[in-house]
């Protein structure tokens, strides 16, 4: 299935060059400074026209950190843009539409957010707003405390969560669902995950390296492409690298995420969690790695 988001978060990500009413956002292309309005029944209108099977509602993303009364408002917005989004979609079943808990890091906002979407009914449920900036506890209590409290017979997704200790966490909390770019960003600035940890693909000692990326992977890349090509690639430029190192690093995901429903279906996620947190812990990337190490890829000006 193909889902789509509603551009909160991107909104959410040009704090500075918009502005939020209750009849919808108001923002400054960040391209050429043109101006656009974008309101809930739009937002519905373009994944509409998309063709997705999963599309989100229109929401605020609470920033961190933020005041009670800040949370609370950007709440009530969000569950009105919730009630203007299903009406859109009326009576329409082509499309499942997920509702999306905020209340930013206050617990019985996050509770009062999701009753009134439960109110309203949706297909699914989605908690936003997390991944935002807040440290790293604060935001697995948000994710334990909201995570059982959903809905057990709707998908649980949460939003913009792809570290894969992180994602530990939350199936063990009920999540089911997730998306970010840590895959494909780490992919395109030469950030390749492995079995046995992390690999840098620049790095000189794969200069003459004939061995496969990953032994232990069956992706198109790691079957038909050495570590010293790939560096090749990567170091000239070429946008072949980006592309075959996207496609294992979604590949890996995948298997990953494969490993762990077949464990859960076994009865047995609590030992497949704790042999990858062993493995994380020792020798893979995580969120802060990742983003302290962008700077060190590929050049912007040919960054996709």
Known sequence: PILTDSGGFQIYSLSRLRSITREGVEFNSHIDGSLHFISPEKAMEIQHALGADIIMCFDECTPYPATYEYALNSLKLTTEWAKRCKA????????????????????????????????????????????????????????????????????????????????????????????????????????????????????????????????????????????????????????????LNT??????????????RDSILRGEFRQFRNEWEGILSRNFVTLSDQKSGLANGMPDSIAM
């Not at 998908?155 to 969560?161: K, S, T």
């Not at 690999?199 to 038909?224: E, F």
């Not at 496609?247 to 762990?260: D, E, G, I, S, V």
């Open 88 to 243: 859109v979609l009326a009576g329409d079943t082509r499309q499942a539409l997920f509702g999306i808990l905020q209340g930013g890091t206050f617990k019985d906002l996050r509770k009062r957010s999701l009753e009134e979407l439960v109110d309203i009914g949706f297909d699914g449920y989605a908690t936003g707003g997390l991944s935002v900036g807040e440290p790293k506890e604060l935001m697995y209590e948000m994710i334990r405390y909201t995570g059982p409290v959903m809905p057990c017979n709707s998908p649980r997704y949460l939003m913009g969560i792809g570290d894969l200790m992180d994602v530990l966490v939350a199936v063990e909390a009920g999540y089911d669902t997730f998306d970010c770019v840590m895959p494909t960003r780490n992919a395109r600035n030469g950030t390749l995950f492995t079995t046995e940890g992390r690999v840098s693909i620049k790095r000189a000692q794969y200069r003459d390296d004939p061995s496969p990326l990953d032994p232990g992977c069956d992706c198109y890349t790691c079957r038909n492409f050495s570590r010293a090509y790939l560096r090749h690639l990567f170091l000239a430029r070429e946008i072949l690298s980006m592309r």
């Open 247 to 260: 496609l294992h690093n979604l590949w890996f995901y995948m298997r990953f995420f494969r490993l762990m």
